[in-house]
């Protein structure tokens, strides 16, 4: 198993462009999400789906959209970069059975500088 | 809005020495998770803990969950260069619903050879 996968590992942008931040995984995880690193900050939520079809907003979701058309892949898109969003970006999945304290699994994250 | 408050925020400690770290919560947990973060790299995972008093070790490293279950912390005996890294908690929220996990600021470790 791959696990959680994150693409790209790095990406530069400039403020305004749009980008879309890949992730997949291959354990079946019904739960997926995306989450911000910042220094000081900790991770923050920005957008989670329990299922294909179906998303909700985290904490940070302002200025983020996502989708989820397959259980396998829970893509992460900036509509307007702006330099507020530079950060660590990380996915994580886990499985639903049993509630919400199953082990989340983490990517690698994709660290995005936005000039 | 609940938060998860780490302790210390930095440690540096000599190899072979132990120590703790420290997560507190603004709420009753209903579950607390262990995360470890190399520098530049992913989270991966530790431990979780779910009930009032509960404690789990793994290698060196020991968590227990309080009773009240708003507090918990992370002990590590006799510390190696190995164990540096930042170390996370995090929890499913409570006041926000379950599924929006909230995470502290963690606790960055540093191991003195």
């Known amino acids: 198993n791959a696990g959680v996968t994150q693409t790209p590992k790095f990406q530069v942008l400039k403020t305004g462009q749009s980008m879309t931040l890949q992730c997949a995984q291959d354990?079946?995880?019904?739960?997926m999400s995306w989450y911000r690193q910042d220094p000081g900050m900790g991770l923050r939520l920005i957008h989670y789906?329990?299922?294909?079809?179906?998303?909700d907003q985290g904490e940070v979701p302002n200025g983020y959209n996502v989708s989820r058309s397959t259980t396998e892949d829970f893509p992460l898109r900036l509509l307007s970069a702006a330099p507020s969003q530079t950060s660590v970006y990380f996915c994580?999945?886990?499985?639903?059975?049993?509630?919400?304290?199953?082990?989340?699994?983490f990517g690698p994250g994709t660290r995005l500088t936005v000039l | 809005s609940q938060e998860l408050e780490q302790s210390p925020q930095s440690l540096i400690v000599q190899e072979g020495k132990n120590l703790t770290i420290n997560c507190t919560s603004s709420?009753?947990?209903?579950?607390l998770y262990w995360y470890k973060q190399k520098y530049g790299e992913g989270l991966i995972f530790l431990m979780m803990?779910?009930?009032?008093?509960e404690e789990k070790s793994h290698e060196k490293i020991t968590a227990k969950l309080d009773e009240k279950k708003q507090q918990s912390s992370l002990h590590i005996t006799a510390s190696q260069p190995s164990h540096a890294g930042i170390y996370l908690c995090?929890?499913?929220?409570?006041?926000?619903?379950?599924?929006?996990?909230?995470f502290g600021t963690g606790t960055r470790l540093k191991v003195l050879a």
């Open positions: 709420k009753t947990l209903y579950g």
């Open positions: 354990m079946n995880h019904e739960y």
């Open positions: 803990l779910q009930k009032g008093g």
């Open positions: 994580a999945s886990s499985l639903l059975a049993g509630g919400p304290v199953n082990e989340q699994f």
């Open positions: 789906s329990v299922g294909a079809g179906i998303t």
């Open positions: 995090g929890a499913p929220g409570v006041t926000s619903g379950t599924y929006k996990y909230i």
